[in-house]
């Protein structure tokens, strides 16, 4: 403002014709918008080199984070890993089950079958006895 009224002043005392105090406006005016334009510039690049510290300090705040976050990630895949091994291992010992499970009724048919032919060899040699008896009994009366 203080160059305006210097103008004004130049103007009044004869210094300055209208044509030169308009193109000394004109002047003015753009060194104004300049200086807009820079003051606009410098609150920016204020305004980022505040950003840039908030970011700075988001990403010490946040490194810890990341650092526990990778170590949980180092833990789960070798739970997973572990998981896996615990998996196979269950699949390995159904496989045996089952293996063993077949056998027993396999053995459980056997000894029915065992049983069952003792049974037989038991009644049969019952009644050999009873015919031998039966025979001596024949015999000795004869």
Known sequence: MEFRSCLDTAMVLGLLDSAQL???QAILADGEEMIGWYAEANMRMTEWCSLEQE???IKEQVQPAM??????????????????QVEV??????ARRDLILQRRDGAVAVGTELKSSARQ????TIEKKRAL?????I????
């Open 22 to 24: 308009d193109e000394l």
């Open 55 to 57: 970011l700075s300090v």
């Open 67 to 84: 650092a526990r976050l990778k170590e949980n990630d180092l833990v789960l895949q070798r739970e997973n890993e572990e998981l896996a």
């Open 89 to 94: 291992q269950i699949a390995e010992l159904q």
């Open 121 to 124: 060899i038991l009644k049969a």
């Open 133 to 137: 008896a039966e025979r001596k009994l």
């Open 139 to 142: 015999r000795a009366r004869w």
